[in-house]
């Protein structure tokens, strides 16, 4: 309490911190009284944890080589012919296990799925290769229905469009040469040229 604007004098008995106030001994001034806090190892760690998730999402705004690939939520993706999409990713279905997997394993991209391994600018022509193979392998193998060369084309253009947009201005990828399809004759028949498999 205050007595005309100075703080009241306690008494001089002392009480214990958790019961009443503590008398401080120069000035003879009540203080409330004080909670001993403790330091738990959980708390410790905590700033240490709070940095590393700070680190990280500063990494993954400034590299968008670091963010994971995601093209399977690309609504293009979807789109897409069963047999083409599953090239570009094998989602679930495990489509492409007779070719070597699908084109993040043909990259050599490892588990977690970036999109610098995914989107490697001088991986474009190899991508785009073996996203004409493996649609013309799966779509005549399982679906028993060849792909149009629109369907390839679109296949192609999804994955380039969708590393150009997760990479930015760091997706320059060489120049990509796409050959038409060979055709051996028969209608809606195409064979695979060179073996990424």
Same mark, same amino acid.
């Given at each position: 309490?205050?007595?005309?604007?100075?703080?009241?004098?306690?008494?001089?008995?002392?009480?214990?911190?958790?019961? $009443? %106030?503590?008398?401080?001994? /120069?000035?003879?001034?009540?203080? %409330?009284?004080?909670?001993? /806090?403790?330091?738990?190892?959980?708390? &410790?760690?905590?700033?240490?944890?709070?940095?590393?998730?700070? &680190?990280?999402?500063? &990494?993954?705004?400034?590299?968008?080589?670091?963010?994971?690939?995601?093209?399977?939520?690309?609504?293009?993706?979807?789109?897409?012919?069963?047999?083409?999409?599953?090239?570009?990713?094998?989602?679930?279905?495990?489509?492409?296990?007779?070719?070597? $997997?699908?084109?993040?394993?043909?990259?050599?991209?490892?588990?977690?799925?970036?999109?610098?391994?995914?989107? !490697?600018?001088?991986? &474009?022509?190899?991508?785009?290769?073996?996203?004409?193979?493996?649609? !013309?392998?799966?779509? !005549?193998?399982?679906?028993?229905?060849?792909?149009?060369?629109?369907?390839?084309?679109?296949?192609?253009?999804?994955?380039? /469009?969708?590393?150009?947009?997760?990479?930015?201005?760091?997706?320059?990828?060489?120049?990509? /040469?796409?050959?038409?399809?060979? !055709?051996?004759?028969?209608?809606?028949?195409?064979?695979?040229? $060179?073996?990424?498999?």
């Amino acid at each position: 309490m205050y007595v005309g604007g100075r703080p009241e004098p306690c008494s001089p008995i002392f009480f214990s911190s958790q019961v $009443g %106030p503590l008398l401080h001994p /120069s000035s003879r001034t009540c203080f %409330p009284p004080r909670r001993m /806090s403790r330091t738990y190892p959980s708390q &410790a760690l905590l700033p240490v944890a709070l940095l590393f998730l700070l &680190a990280t999402a500063t &990494a993954q705004l400034v590299n968008p080589g670091t963010r994971p690939a995601t093209i399977t939520k690309d609504s293009n993706w979807m789109t897409l012919k069963k047999c083409v999409n599953q090239c570009i990713w094998d989602q679930g279905s495990n489509d492409t296990p007779d070719i070597g $997997g699908d084109l993040a394993d043909h990259l050599s991209c490892g588990s977690p799925y970036v999109n610098g391994c995914y989107c !490697n600018p001088q991986s &474009a022509t190899l991508a785009h290769s073996f996203i004409t193979m493996c649609a !013309n392998y799966l779509c !005549n193998s399982y679906y028993k229905s060849p792909p149009a060369q629109t369907d390839i084309e679109s296949g192609t253009a999804v994955y380039a /469009s969708y590393c150009t947009s997760a990479m930015g201005a760091a997706y320059t990828p060489e120049s990509i /040469s796409q050959a038409p399809l060979p !055709n051996t004759g028969a209608p809606g028949t195409y064979f695979a040229v $060179g073996n990424l498999w």
